[in-house]
Every structure is written in C-alpha cells, then in structure tokens.
C-alpha cells in the first residue's frame, strides 16, 4: 500500500510540473507582445480658474421721490437706456399746483402789506417832523414796516417751497444709464420714506468685476511673482 500511495504523488507532482510549464510558457509569450509609445514634448498652455463674481456698472443710483403723493404716470419701462434729465415718474400735481398758486397769492398779498406799511410810515415820519406825532407812533409805524417785509420775506420762501414741490412732481433721471425694475405702477402712493426705491438708474459705461481668492491661492501668487502688486499686472485683462 506505501508503494502505491507514493507513486500516486510522484505523479500528481509530475502533472503539476507539466501543467507550469505549459503556463510559464504562454506568459511568456504573452509578455513578448510589442505596445505603442509616445514621445512627450515640453509645451506652454494656460490653465484657467473659475470664480464667483458680482459684477457691477460705474455708478448705481437709487430713485425716491421727494415728495410725496399718488404716481400719476410711469414714463420708462424696464432695461430701458435715459439720458440725465429724462422724465421718469410723474406724481399727482394737482395739489401741488394749488399750494403753488396760494404761495403765489400769499406773496402778492404780502407785497401789498408792504407797500402800505411804507406808504403809512413815510407820512408818519413827515407828520413826526412837525410835531403833529409822538416819537412812540413814529416808531410803531416803523414796526409795522419791518413786520411787513418779514411777512413777504416768508411768503417768498413759501412760494419757493411750493415751487420746488411742482418741479418734484416730475422724477428726472440724474444720469445716462439703464433703468432697472420698476417695483412701483401708476396709482401706487409713495413717498420719501418709501422702503424701496422706485427705481435704479445703472451707468454701465464702465463694468466691475468683484471677486475674493482664497488665501492658498493668494499665497500661491505671491511666492510665484515676489508681490501682489506683480501677481495682478501678471493677469490678461481680458479673459473672454
């Protein structure tokens, strides 16, 4: 039996010997298989980096009124190009118109006042020459000059007020540029104390660009170009 038991092994382990061989020799012949190669060359490229940006025209003037009362009128649309001085919004002018006309009533009247005062003061001042009056109404007469002139003095301002007002009815666009939207429609009431704007003129003749780099890649530049200052001249001014 230990006879036949080791020529069973001795020819397991023949097989074996047989069968890595065979397959010794097919890896071998499959490592001898000829692959292509390339020649790497030296080249320059750029590489570009993407950012978060805002961007922004040269000037963004917000819009209120000055005055408050109902939008009679929208006289622009939105993304609409104005020139500096072009209507805009119109606020109801009716009331403004009438305070204008009191005003103007109110200085007529006061020049009156005045005319009088003058007119009762310069017969009073001859009527003092002669003794005929005190020096007490005299004076008193010349009060009431100084209390007229004051009066029309006030109704003056009173009608600049109410005229500024009527030119306030009419929202003018204080630059060139580009209207933007338009939160308020005729009817709506606003004031100077509105929340929003009624809108937003955007000169875009000149853009900026706002963006932040992160801090390796500001000391990456830095270490690259000696200074900040060399890192941003080093940039193309125009990527697209």
């Known amino acids: 039996m230990a006879v036949r038991k080791t020529k069973a092994v001795a020819a397991i382990a023949c097989s074996c010997i047989i069968m890595y061989s065979c397959n010794s020799g097919q890896t071998v012949q499959q490592d001898s298989k000829v692959y292509e190669s390339i020649t790497l060359k030296a080249e320059n490229i750029e590489l570009s ?8 025209g040269r000037q963004d003037i ?23 001085g072009q209507s ?5 002018q009716v009331p403004y118109k009438a305070a204008l006309q009191i005003a103007e009533a109110n ?4 020049e009156a006042g005045v005319a009088t005062a003058e007119l009762l003061y310069n017969s009073r001042v001859k009527l003092h020459e002669k003794g005929v009056i005190s020096d007490y109404d005299l004076q008193t007469s010349y009060n009431q000059l100084l209390t007229a002139k004051a009066q029309l003095a006030q109704a003056q301002a009173q009608e600049v007020t109410a005229q500024n007002n009527m030119t306030y009815t009419m929202v003018l666009s204080p630059a060139d540029g580009v209207v933007g939207t338009l939160p308020y429609r005729e009817g709506a ?10 809108t937003t003129v955007s ?26 200052d060399e890192a941003l001249r080093s940039l193309p001014e125009n990527s697209g």
Do not use: W
């Not at 980096?49 to 922004?56: G, R």
């Not at 805009?88 to 109801?92: E, K, Q, S």
């Open 49 to 56: 980096e993407t950012y978060p940006a805002s961007i922004q």
């Open 203 to 228: 000169d875009n003749s000149v853009m900026y660009v706002y963006f932040s780099l992160t801090e390796n890649r500001l000391l990456s530049l830095t270490r690259e170009h000696s200074t900040m």
């Open 88 to 92: 805009l919004f119109v606020i109801d």
């Open 62 to 84: 917000a819009i209120y009124p000055q005055i408050s009362g109902t939008i009679s009128k929208v006289c622009v649309k939105e993304g609409q190009r104005v020139k500096k």
């Open 107 to 110: 200085v007529q009247a006061a």
């Open 189 to 198: 009431l606003v004031s100077p104390s509105i929340p929003a704007a009624l």
